[in-house]
């Protein structure tokens, strides 16, 4: 079985604050993601990664960096957070043609 | 642009009433279209992966078909525990292996 997992279940933050998302797979796999997931808008994604120390943009990058420097852990991270930023953030590993997401870390930034 | 539509995006049905979700898709060179269940306040889980024409996937009360322009999931004698949102995603033909979602059918079963 596939296993991603994320550090966070629930994360409260204040604005201005940098904040740390990791994401952990035990598959090996080269590809892993990460989007955000907000009511109406589906799931975007933010960042992706061929490899270790590979990262490309997706289609929301802004506010947001990656880091990848061992391939089973990737991590998201909002420089200053800021309320807009509130929202469910979703990682994804990639194996055999599908991508199998972790539980989600439910981010507030107040 | 690639695009993935799904509709209704909510549905109830009593318990034992089948119905069908519906995706519709534009996309330049399908390398394969995925259905998720996910509950709420949870990460997607993985359902079935579609890749051409013609193809049918089915687990338990569930059934996924593929046509050129749209995929359905077909839901028998559902059951309460059945209720969740199902999202559909394609994955376009090239170098990348994203994904495009839907915004999902939010699904509830009532007993």
């Known amino acids: 079985d596939v296993k991603v997992t994320q550090s966070s279940r629930y994360l409260v933050k204040r604005t201005g604050e940098k904040v740390f998302l990791e994401c952990v797979q035990d598959m090996d796999h080269e590809n892993m993601f990460w989007y955000r997931q907000d009511p109406g808008l589906g799931l975007r994604l933010i960042y992706f990664s061929y490899d270790v120390k590979m990262k490309e943009k997706g289609d929301i990058p802004e506010g947001y960096s990656v880091s990848r420097e061992k391939k089973e852990r990737f991590s998201l991270i909002l420089e200053s957070a800021s309320t807009n930023q509130t929202s469910m953030y979703l990682c994804a590993s990639y194996w055999l043609d599908t991508q199998y997401f972790g539980p989600g870390t439910r981010l507030t930034v107040l | 642009e690639d695009q993935v539509t799904q509709s209704p995006e909510a549905l109830r049905l009593q318990e034992g009433e089948s119905s069908s979700l519906n995706c519709s898709y534009t996309v330049s060179g399908l390398r394969g279209l995925f259905w998720y269940r996910q509950d709420p306040g949870k990460g997607p889980e993985f359902l079935f992966t579609?890749?051409?024409a013609g193809e049918e996937k089915e687990k338990e009360r569930l059934k996924a078909t593929l046509t050129k322009k749209e995929s359905f999931l077909h839901i028998t004698a559902p059951k309460p525990e059945d209720s969740a949102t199902y999202l559909c995603?394609?994955?376009?033909?090239?170098?990348?292996?994203?994904?495009?979602f839907g915004t999902g059918t939010l699904l509830a079963v009532q007993p």
């Open positions: 579609l890749y051409s």
């Open positions: 995603a394609v994955q376009a033909s090239g170098a990348t292996n994203k994904l495009i």
